[in-house]
Nanobody, 125 residues
Framework: QVQLVESGGGLVQPGGSLRLSCAAS????????KAWFRQAPGKEREGVSC????????YYADSVKGRFTVSRDNAKNTVYLQMNSLKPEDTAVYYC??????????????????WGQGTQVTVSS
């Protein structure tokens, strides 16, 4: 069975940092976790970051550029999202998602076949 498990969320003060992890298991051959999405209260799910299966290409939403860094360790089947200089508007449930490895990075949620259950990130003083 496919499992994508996010971890690392929590409550932090503005300006703080969190490191999210997405551990994948049971993915069909040729699939990879590539993207992080988030959904804030009253808002639609939005793409945050995407990383190619090799780790050679990375993409970020304008709202997080310069503050977030996505990386991967394929030996551990894990994708990370380092979040620095967090702002209250970053508060959301963060999800990782997987698609066939050959697909280009994309922030269209409907293109992703597997999703984690999400981890809550709350930025508040």
């Amino acid at each position: 069975q496919v499992q994508l498990v996010e971890s690392g969320g929590g409550l932090v003060q503005p300006g703080g940092s969190l490191r999210l992890s997405c551990a994948a298991s049971g993915l069909p051959s040729g699939y990879a976790v590539k993207a992080w999405f988030r959904q804030a209260p009253g808002k639609e799910r939005e793409g945050v970051s995407c990383i190619s299966s090799s780790g050679g290409r990375v993409y970020y939403a304008d709202s997080v550029k310069g503050r977030f860094t996505v990386s991967r360790d394929n030996a551990k089947n894990t994708v990370y999202l380092q979040m620095n200089s967090l702002k209250p508007e970053d508060t959301a449930v963060y999800y990782c998602a997987a698609v066939p490895s050959f697909r280009a990075c994309d922030f269209t949620g409907s293109k992703y076949d597997y999703w984690g259950q999400g981890t809550q990130v709350t930025v508040s003083s």
